[in-house]
């Protein structure tokens, strides 16, 4: 797509200063993803089960069903910090292997496919038999934040497309919407931690895409965003093809 282009390297000349921002943020991560949330957590979404099978009154059934959302949203939520914190943990042992595409696109597609029709968005995945030279549970943790990130920015009767092709002797892996697209202000700003693009339109704490880059990063891969405000995004991540 045209519009405006923004490129994210896997290496900068600001290192000290992410190697603050990055303690900071591990620091924040430990704070708040202690493993005494998830039982609370589990408790609560057993109450709402338990609740569900017998309030029969549809008024009561709508409050109920706003509660499972909103504990959804803080599993998913958490399930984020912890997947941010296991980068750090794990940064000096990133093994690539034979990464095939196609599987990981429809499972990651399957994942959102509730949410995206909830609000009336269409997911639609790219046939491929392309395989990148990655990590399997990074790169997918790569797409499947770009796809959620798609479908939460795009609005009722818009497309999320999950697709790929060879660029010389790599791969470019693309998550396209034609959602509300980032405005240039905002451009240098998306992959930091903490940062929203709309807090007004969605919930969050604005990890997914701090989560991407530090996959990137790790990974040696690249990533570029083109945007038109107003007309949808188009990040694409490249990674070494692999036969």
Known sequence: MSGLLTTIPTADNHGAFNLRR???????LLA????????????????YEWL??????????AQLERGERAIGRLAEQLDRLIGALRLYEHSDTIELSHVPL????????????????EKGVDIRVHVTRCAAAS????????????VRNAVKYTDRGGCVLVG????????????????????PQQLPKIFDAFHRLDTARVDGLGIGLFVVRRAVELLDHRIEVRSQLGRGSRFSVFAQASN
């Open 52 to 61: 569900g099978d017998r309030v029969a009154n549809n008024s009561e059934k």
């Open 135 to 146: 990590n399997p549970v990074l790169l997918e943790g790569i797409v499947r934040n770009l």
């Open 22 to 28: 990055t303690s900071d943020f591990q620091a924040a």
């Open 102 to 117: 196609g599987p990981l696109f429809r499972r990651i597609a399957g994942e959102n496919e509730i949410a995206a029709r």
């Open 32 to 47: 708040m993803a202690g493993h005494d949330l998830r039982q609370p957590l589990q408790v609560i979404q057993s109450a």
């Open 164 to 183: 790929c092709r060879r660029s010389g002797h790599d791969v470019r892996i693309d998550v396209h919407d034609t959602g509300i697209g980032i405005a």
